[in-house]
């Protein structure tokens, strides 16, 4: 595609449920982020993906929050049972692969959880 | 954690002035990159400068930096009103293939 594409929008959800966010990177990069961005702050890590290996999964703020990548494609972010404080932009990121090269970012999920 | 802190927190000058922001790090890179963001949402690349490069530049955008001192500099010269938004460093830390992005500043262009 274009560039990365993350859905839904938006999404508001109520405290409890789980919900489901998406990410397509741009064809044939083999490396993808994901960060969260609360109001007004910085991009906090959550997880890397590259290729084949084993993702950083280091930067997961609990055993709630998951992601997966499908066929080195696609990936999924899911976060279960949310609380309030999950409440934020979560932004997705691909590059062609690890290393100097820069990371093109989607224009990200606002998760609202009232 | 964080692993950059940018200074100021917020910076506003008048178009046609340089507007420089700093970046702080904690622990030895491979590499820095500079983003923009307007709006909160996505950000957009501007430059990168590898842990061998010590200047770099890229149209009005001139970065530098000093590994000894873990920080790094973006100067934008000759500002003009398209030029605010919110400005970040990202590091990505030896050993690591992550990037870790720094708290921001944000930057007001008058016009």
């Known amino acids: 595609g274009a560039g990365v594409s993350q859905s839904p929008s938006n999404k508001v959800t109520e405290k409890g449920k789980d919900v489901e966010l998406r990410c397509d990177p741009i064809s044939g990069h083999t490396a993808l982020y994901w960060y969260r961005q609360s109001l007004g702050q910085g991009l906090e890590f959550l997880i890397y993906?590259?290729?084949?290996?084993?993702?950083?999964k280091s930067g997961l703020p609990s055993d709630r929050f998951s992601a997966e990548r499908t066929g080195g494609s696609v990936s999924t972010l899911t976060i279960q049972r949310t609380q309030q404080e999950d409440s934020a932009v979560y932004l997705c990121?691909?590059?062609?692969?690890?290393?100097?090269?820069?990371?093109?970012f989607g224009q990200g999920t606002r998760l609202t959880v009232v | 954690s964080q692993q950059g802190e940018e200074d100021p927190q917020a910076l506003s000058i008048q178009e046609g002035e340089n507007a420089t922001m700093n970046c702080s790090y904690k622990?030895?890179?491979?590499?820095l990159q500079w983003y923009r963001q307007n709006s909160g949402r996505g950000l957009v690349h501007l430059i990168l400068i590898r842990s061998n490069e010590r200047e770099k530049h890229s149209g009005r955008l001139r970065v530098t930096l000093d590994t000894s001192k873990k920080s790094s500099s973006l100067l934008i010269t000759a500002s003009r009103a398209a030029d605010t938004a919110s400005y970040f460093c990202?590091?990505?830390?030896?050993?690591?293939?992550?990037?870790?992005f720094g708290t921001g500043t944000r930057l007001k262009v008058l016009a």
């Open positions: 622990t030895s890179i491979n590499n």
């Open positions: 993906f590259q290729g084949n290996s084993a993702p950083d």
């Open positions: 990121a691909s590059s062609p692969t690890f290393g100097a090269y820069e990371a093109f």
């Open positions: 990202a590091t990505n830390p030896s050993g690591t293939y992550k990037y870790i």
